[in-house]
C-alpha cells in the first residue's frame, strides 16, 4: 500500500484508489467536482490533491499517477482545441484548466512541468486561447505552473530565460500588470 492510500485524508476517500488504477479518468472526475472525496467535498480540487500529495517524493506511486492522469486529461483536451460551447460552458472548463495548471504547479510534478517546457509553444498556443476574463485565463495559469515548477523534472531556467524576460518586458502592455 502506498504512502498516499496510508494518509488519513486519503484513507476517508475511494479516490486515491481510483487515481492509482485510473489516472486520467480520476483526475477528471476530480477536477469536473464528480470524485467521491467525502467528506471532504467541500474542498476544491487543487485544496483536496495539495493535502494528500504535498510533501511526497515524487516516485510515490500515487503522486506518479496525479503526474500521469494530469498531462493526459490536459494533453486530451489540448488536442482537441478550444471547445465550441456556450460561454458558461466554456468558464467551467478554462477553469478546469486553470486548476489542473495550478496543480501542476504547486506540486512542481515533473512529468508535466517537464513536457510544458519541452512543448512550450504548443502548450502556450492552446492557453492563450483559454482566457476569458482575468479570472479565467488558462494563459496565466500555464505560465504561472511554469515558474513555480522550473527546477521539477530537472529542469531549470534557463529553458526559458528568454521567454520570462519577454514576459516582464510586456507587462503591464502586452500582458497584465
Known amino acids: 500500500m502506498t504512502a498516499v492510500m496510508e494518509a488519513p485524508l486519503a484513507a476517508a476517500t475511494a479516490w ?8 486520467e479518468d480520476a483526475v477528471g472526475q476530480l477536477l469536473a467536482g464528480y470524485a467521491d472525496i467525502s467528506p471532504y467535498n467541500g474542498l476544491s480540487a487543487r485544496s483536496y490533491v495539495l493535502t494528500l500529495f504535498e510533501g511526497l517524493a ?6 506518479k499517477a496525479l503526474d500521469a ?18 460561454p458558461l460552458h466554456l ?23 517537464e513536457d510544458f517546457r519541452t ?17 479565467r485565463d488558462a494563459r496565466e495559469a500555464f505560465w ?30 502586452g500582458f497584465p500588470a
Open 119 to 135: 512543448r512550450y509553444v504548443a502548450w502556450n498556443n492552446w492557453a492563450g486561447r483559454l482566457i476569458v476574463s482575468r479570472q
Open 91 to 113: 468558464e467551467k472548463f478554462v477553469g478546469e484548466v486553470q486548476e489542473a495548471f495550478d496543480i501542476v504547479g504547486l506540486l512542481g510534478l515533473p512529468g508535466c512541468a
Open 144 to 173: 504561472r505552473a511554469l515558474a513555480l515548477s522550473q527546477r521539477a523534472g530537472g529542469g531549470g531556467t534557463g529553458q526559458l530565460e528568454s521567454h520570462w524576460l519577454a514576459v516582464c518586458e510586456s507587462a503591464g502592455g
Open 16 to 23: 486515491p484508489r481510483s487515481l492509482i488504477d485510473h489516472p
Open 58 to 63: 515524487d516516485d510515490e506511486a500515487g503522486r
Open 69 to 86: 492522469g494530469l498531462l493526459a486529461w490536459l494533453e486530451k483536451r489540448r488536442k482537441a482545441g478550444v471547445p465550441d460551447v456556450p
